[in-house]
């Protein structure tokens, strides 16, 4: 089975036997999401068939483009619809062999260059009447209108990779010294995320205290999906299984703040274990599934 993400900049290609196991796993970088996905593809896979497609934004012009690319590459393999979203296809791959394998109820949620969340309602991914649910990139938790709210969501002004520099950055802007900047030689452009979690790591007050409102965000958001949704089982993936020691017990912290006992004694909060590959994997395993 062939597995393919398209990101922002580029593709990952998994190709795995049917129990899920990656035999080979291709990357490739580039704007052209087409030509990236079939160099990916290439490199697990001599001449490579139709794969199965996530996307962490199935509705840009890219990704559009690189699905039309794709469905003449392969003479129409792929129907005339969006590809599942990353995060739809991610809590398939973890409730098949991950953190979750064997839950039919699971709410996945991730954060790292973007936002992404999927749910899983009696073992079926809940894609909503336009393939768009969960867009958890705006969930509203602010009550604050903000630009770059209305640009790319609330959630993930605050929580994503770039929003979380951003907020370093305004906060020593505001005059809180910070050593993540003297790191970069006072360059505010070259503050990466890794940069801000070294910080908190080496205990810089500002990262720390730009980690621990992230963190609050998270909890918020993570609160939210399982009032609404009631899962089994709560997969936290991206930075807050990545980063875990800086995220993972704060944002539980906060999700027993946001939750009455009830619920919470009835669910589990696991890390993610299945990584970068998860989208492309849940996504092969959906498709075989519909074949079936």
Known sequence: MLGLELLDNGALAVSMDETGHVVARGRSAGEDLAAAAMAALEKVWSTPSAPAVAAINPESQACVA????????????????????????????????????????????AVGDHSSAGILREGAPMIGAHRRAPAIAWLALNP???EDYRKVGCLEAEVAAPGIVRRLIWRVKAGDPSRVIDAVGGDFTAVS????????????????????????????????????????????GGMMASAAD?????????????????????LTVV???????APALGAARLASVAAA
């Not at 995320?193 to 609050?216: C, N, Q, Y």
């Not at 800086?246 to 009835?266: D, M, W």
């Open 66 to 109: 690189a699905m039309k690319a794709l469905a003449k590459r392969f003479h129409g393999s792929f129907p005339d619809e969006l590809p599942v979203a990353s995060g739809t296809a991610a809590v398939i791959a973890e409730a098949w062999i991950g953190a979750a394998a064997g839950a039919t109820e699971a709410v996945f949620f």
């Open 144 to 146: 604050v209108e903000r």
């Open 193 to 236: 995320i890794e940069h801000v979690l070294a910080g908190a790591r080496d205990g810089d007050g500002v990262a720390i205290s730009v980690m621990r409102d992230t963190a609050k965000y998270l909890g918020m958001a993570a609160a939210n999906l399982v009032a609404i949704a009631d899962p089994e089982v709560l997969i936290l």
């Open 246 to 266: 800086l995220l993972l017990e704060p944002v539980r912290a906060e999700i027993v703040r946001r939750l009455p006992e009830s619920i919470r004694q009835a």
């Open 271 to 277: 890390p993610a274990s299945l990584g970068e590959d």
